[in-house]
């Protein structure tokens, strides 16, 4: 949230969210977040006996797509806490395994949802807090005093494991700050950029396309439920808004290239990157996207990256072009401060072009599995070719996806060593 306050310093007037036609600027966010984190700070600390609030304190979040969503992520933040997303799609049952597994007091949501909450606040260890129009304008609309280090948590996002319960993956300020400077000479994100929050808050992909616009000063715009399910709607707000950057799952990129491709009137011309995401790529499923922007002769890249939330969004890259084989999903190469490993059983590194499991280390490794000590050492383990006066992390994290080396370097995407699938970005067991 400092890298985010120094970014609204540098431009207050700029549009820093626009949802439904409401624009926001950077200084109108920043201050609406601060009064929410006051708020928070207020809810939270007298029933806590605390004199300020820590990371250790994760608060829930529950919100429909809007601007209301983007200002709590923040607010949560500011206020020295970590957020939990839940998505408003969740079955109950899930939301409730969440809300108990991450012992939450503290639950940020709309009017609306109050009653999803009704027997979880039964017993009195939880309170509500309530946004929407003029519910936190009393506040200070200051900035506050930074009560959270880069090494702590900032958010805790739950995936579906092998377990088959949801699992919470603690992940940290710095490793999210990381991201963008290991991807800064990659992508050359600017405060021209317009950004679409596509995806839900409740999956990683969110975090890089929220910090993304923001921390470089661009505009993110937050398509409509319907937007997000119409594929052709959302197409035609990409081409009407001028989307620069654009994140997609493969799914739901090939639909998009349909909609595009029978769309004679318009073009993407402002595109600039379009980053997939979230599952295995079929290159023989976007023929026609070469098609198009030879067509249009649009200057946008493709680029095709792999990653998991225990790694923080991304951890391989790959630029595509039409001449690439089809016949493999190519995931690229790791980015520049992680280190990957391509090991067998004995955790020996396999031979050119064999399958084995992958294995990564360096700077994205989440904290570990919240209350699972027993997982988070199974699959965050130690790291036997680094020595400890390396200055890097000594971990690896254990990916359970199957890779192979092609003759050039670039990794080949195999599949999983378990039953678990991914559909449009979520684990599926």
């Avoid at 997000?228 to 799952?249: E, K, P």
């Avoid at 951890?315 to 072009?321: E, G, I, P, Q």
Wanted: charged content about 20%.
């Amino acid at each position: 949230s400092q890298r985010f306050e120094d970014q609204v310093k540098l431009s207050p007037d700029a549009l820093a969210l626009v949802f439904e036609g409401v624009p926001l600027s950077y200084r109108e966010l920043n201050q609406k977040a601060n009064q929410l984190a006051r708020a928070i700070r207020e809810q939270y600390e007298p029933v806590h006996n605390e004199d300020e609030l820590s990371p250790k304190n994760l608060i829930a979040l529950y919100f429909d797509r809007g601007i209301e969503l983007v200002v709590a992520i923040l607010a949560v933040l500011k206020s020295g806490a970590a957020y939990v997303p839940i998505a408003v799609e969740y079955p109950i049952d899930r939301v409730q395994y969440i809300l108990a597994d991450a012992k939450i007091s503290l639950i940020l949501t709309q009017a609306e949802h109050e009653p999803v909450f009704k027997n979880y606040l039964q017993d009195g260890k939880a309170r509500l807090l309530l946004t929407g129009e003029g519910s936190y304008d009393e506040y200070e609309s200051t900035d506050l005093s930074v009560h959270s280090q880069p090494s702590d948590l900032a958010y805790v996002i739950y995936t579906s494991g092998t377990t088959g319960q949801p699992k919470g993956v603690l992940q940290t300020h710095a490793n999210v700050a990381r991201l963008f400077l290991s991807t800064a000479e990659e992508f050359n994100f600017t405060a021209s950029d317009v950004w679409t929050l596509y995806h839900s808050y409740a999956f990683d992909f969110s975090v890089w396309e929220i910090w993304g616009a923001l921390l470089h000063g661009g505009k993110l715009l937050i398509p409509s439920l319907n937007q997000v399910r119409d594929i052709t709607g959302f197409y035609t707000f990409c081409v009407t808004q001028g989307v620069t950057i654009l994140n997609q799952t493969p799914t739901a990129f090939y639909q998009f290239v349909e909609a595009a491709t029978q769309d004679e009137r318009n073009d993407l011309s402002r595109l600039r990157y379009i980053i997939l995401g979230g599952e295995a790529l079929k290159l023989s499923q976007i023929r026609k996207w070469w098609q198009y922007v030879k067509r249009y002769q649009l200057n946008v890249e493709l680029i095709n990256m792999y990653g998991i939330t225990e790694t923080t969004v991304h951890v391989t890259l790959k630029r595509l072009s039409a001449e690439d084989d089809e016949s493999v999903s190519n995931i690229g190469r790791p980015l520049k401060d992680l280190c990957v490993y391509v090991l067998n059983s004995q955790l020996q590194p396999v031979p050119l072009g064999v399958v084995g499991e992958l294995y990564v280390g360096g700077g994205g490794l989440a904290v570990g599995y919240l209350n699972q000590p027993g997982l988070t050492r199974e699959r965050f383990i130690k790291n036997p070719f680094l020595k400890a006066e390396s200055g890097m992390d000594l971990r690896l994290y254990k990916t359970g996806d199957l890779v192979k080396y092609l003759p050039d370097g670039d990794l080949v995407y195999v599949g999983r060593n378990d039953n678990q699938v991914k559909i449009r970005g979520y684990r599926i067991e």
